[in-house]
């Protein structure tokens, strides 16, 4: 399965005593969409992120950190069989 970058929407969640399902009425999803968020297998859209992120009192950043991303993006980048990784092989040949 290709998963996303890692989020802190569950540390979040668990921190504040929440139930998967309280959390999610809160921010006006179901409570699998959220499951999805949480186990990094979606991203919410923007007016989402905004709303979980008030309802949390945190920024979008803290809740879905770039630098996760990059890194992620990075790592994809550098895969053995990724077009970057291959370029690399044959620029050497």
Known sequence: MNTLPSNNLKKCRVR???TREKAAAAA???TKTLYRYENNMQ???V???LRLAAYYHRTV???FPLESAEQ???EKVNAPGSAAQNERENKRQ
């Open 28 to 30: 006006q999803i179901d």
């Open 72 to 74: 992620s993006n990075q």
């Open 61 to 63: 950043s803290e809740l």
């Open 16 to 18: 504040a005593g929440l």
């Open 43 to 45: 991203y919410p859209n």
């Open 47 to 49: 007016y989402t992120a």
